[in-house]
């Protein structure tokens, strides 16, 4: 059933007038979306960077995937450190027929970029096998050593708020030094594989935010009379 549906969708036989009430439907809701766009009733968004679109042609088959990673390949060998985003990360299970999904070339290549735009990357190599997501979060977010890290960087503004105030003690000595410790802690023991299952997007707005109560602490402790 399923083969014959998709052979009538695509030769617009008989059996695709079943798709009519559905198409329908369809063809208003995004006549109305655009219409709000335009009006500026829905927000809109506009990015700082290039954007390159590529879909809306088909639901698949027509290459697609493969133009996308030709775009990424040709703007590398350029220079440039190009993203991807394909349907949000970590919703699309990776798999050689799917390689926009989590794991896959086009994945590998946005996780390329990133380390490359924090320079991290002949590091990352000199360090792990291969590059794949966990590896990558566990490099950037959880590796004690590298000084990127966020791990590391957590640790080295714990021990300046440590030598401000002469604290030698296993006990924070005040807000500043609480937040930033439970931050460390919480460092020290989650792991990059629990980062992705969790959500990694999720979590860097948690360490986003906890930095930001951090800089208050701060505030409130050393430069508020």
């Given at each position: ?50 954007v390159i679109v590529v879909g809306n042609i088909t ?77 990558v979060a566990d490099f950037l977010i959880l590796n ?82």
């Amino acid at each position: 059933m399923r083969a014959w549906l998709e052979n009538e969708w695509e030769k617009l036989g008989g059996g695709a007038l079943i798709f009519l009430p559905l198409t329908l439907v369809y063809m208003a809701v995004a006549a109305t979306r655009r219409f709000l766009y335009r009006r500026r009733i829905l927000p809109t968004w506009r990015s700082d960077v290039p954007v390159i679109v590529v879909g809306n042609i088909t639901a698949g088959g027509t290459g697609k995937t493969p133009l996308v990673l030709h775009v990424v390949e040709l703007l590398q060998r350029r220079g440039f450190h190009p993203g991807v985003v394909a349907r949000g990360y970590g919703r699309v299970p990776g798999s050689e027929q799917d390689p926009l999904g989590v794991g896959g070339p086009v994945d590998i290549h946005g996780w390329i970029s990133v380390l490359k735009s924090v320079g991290a990357y002949e590091a990352f190599r000199k360090t792990y096998p291969q590059v794949t997501p966990t590896a990558v979060a566990d490099f950037l977010i959880l590796n004690q050593r590298f000084p990127a890290s966020i791990r590391h960087s957590i640790s080295r503004v714990e021990g300046c708020m440590r030598r401000v105030s002469g604290n030698h003690g296993p006990s924070p000595a005040n807000a500043a030094e609480r937040e930033i410790g439970k931050l460390h802690s919480q460092l020290n023991y989650i792991t990059a594989e629990e980062v992705i299952a969790d959500g990694l997007h999720e979590f860097l707005e948690h360490v986003q935010a906890r930095c930001s109560d951090i800089g208050l602490a701060i505030t409130d402790t050393y430069l508020r009379y």
